[in-house]
């Protein structure tokens, strides 16, 4: 028994040698609705609050009423100190706890944070929040200091464009990527990846494939980075009824029609390079329909793809540190217990 024992124990000791348990740490906390995450040009750790809404006016979108309330936000983590840098941003929740508001930020520079706000719905149902659902659908840059101002209307885009010709017009700006001469945006509810020239101009740069026309699903593109090559790389969530293996993770260059990169995915909510040019997949939910745990693949230059970390609840952003250090917006559905972990593998 004793034998048997000791070989027990070397076995464990090998197994954690090769197989070492990613280190987990809990870096911001009290967090409403968490989803993106960026780093500021002074190396500080940002992350979008999409708020917890408030007393309204209210409004049914997509079978479910949404109350208004100004309690949007922007947390920083610098130095070790977690405080709310910018508040007041517009911000819409249902009773279950489903938010629009803040949903991604990037950085062009200081003074040039770009943050989008989301909306959920046919863009003229803005107008029943009042003033305020103005704000809905659009981006917004904040200046250094601290103030704030709408530079493009998303949703009002979609209103006279509707990219991809659905036969409900929806809109719903997710994630952003600032860029020198540009910002891109991609709308989720539009199906479409977006250009947004400084004097707030919007155009068109790429549309996914999407029911009724193609698929079963809509494509409901939330996250848009640039990749090793310089091309746009954008993942997509899908719609109902988030078939596994339906997500896809496109490559795009202006001008030509999006190509699929890789396939095979869950409800993509994010995705980011690593230092190599693997790419990081966050998903939002791998069990039936839109539940369970989310989890982040790790997808090689070669196509190796290994699930690098599992047990996520509701996850909202991914973004790779300077030391290949994983950075994940957790509980991003959730209202004072939104978190962002940083996972050492």
């Not at 309690?71 to 405080?83: D, I, T, Y």
């Not at 090559?229 to 795009?252: I, Q, S």
Request: aromatic share 8%; with cysteine; hydrophobic share 35%.
């Amino acid at each position: 028994m004793r034998k048997i024992g000791m070989i027990s124990m070397m076995l464990l000791l090998l197994s954690s040698e090769f197989y070492a348990v990613p280190k987990v740490t809990t870096v911001m906390s009290g967090l409403d609705n968490p989803r993106g995450l960026a780093f500021g040009p002074e190396g500080a750790l940002y992350v979008a609050e999409a708020g917890r809404g408030g007393g309204g006016p209210c409004v049914f979108l997509r079978g479910a009423l949404q109350c208004y309330g100004p309690s949007g936000s922007v947390s920083r983590l610098w130095n070790g100190v977690q405080e709310r840098i910018l508040t007041g941003l517009p911000s819409q929740v249902s009773s279950a706890g489903e938010a629009n508001g803040p949903h991604d930020i990037s950085f062009q520079g200081r003074g040039g944070a770009f943050v989008t706000i989301g909306f959920g719905g046919e863009p003229s149902l803005r107008a029943q929040f009042g003033p305020p659902g103005a704000l809905f659908g659009t981006l917004i840059q904040v200046s250094a200091g601290g103030p704030w101002k709408v530079v493009a209307d998303v949703s009002a885009h979609e209103a006279s464009e509707n990219p991809d010709n659905s036969p409900v017009k929806d809109t719903n700006p997710y994630g952003v990527l600032a860029e020198p001469g540009a910002r891109i945006v991609a709308d989720a509810g539009a199906n479409a990846l977006l250009q947004v020239q400084p004097n707030g101009g919007i155009s068109t740069i790429a549309v996914f494939p999407s029911r009724p026309q193609e698929r079963s699903t809509d494509a409901v593109p939330t996250s848009v980075v640039v990749g090793p090559d310089g091309a746009y790389y954008v993942g997509e969530l899908t719609g109902f009824p988030f078939t596994p293996g339906a997500a896809r993770v496109y490559r795009v260059v202006p001008g030509a029609a999006p190509e699929v990169f890789r396939d095979n995915f869950k409800t993509i909510i994010d995705i980011a390079f690593g230092r190599d040019g693997s790419l990081y997949v966050l998903e939002h939910a791998t069990g039936n329909g839109f539940s369970g745990p989310g989890d982040i693949i790790r997808v090689e230059p070669n196509g190796t793809r290994t699930t690098v970390y599992q047990g996520l609840t509701r996850p909202g952003s991914i973004l790779i540190g300077p030391n290949d250090e994983i950075y994940v917006s957790n509980r991003g559905t959730s209202v004072g217990t939104g978190e962002v972990l940083k996972i050492e593998l």
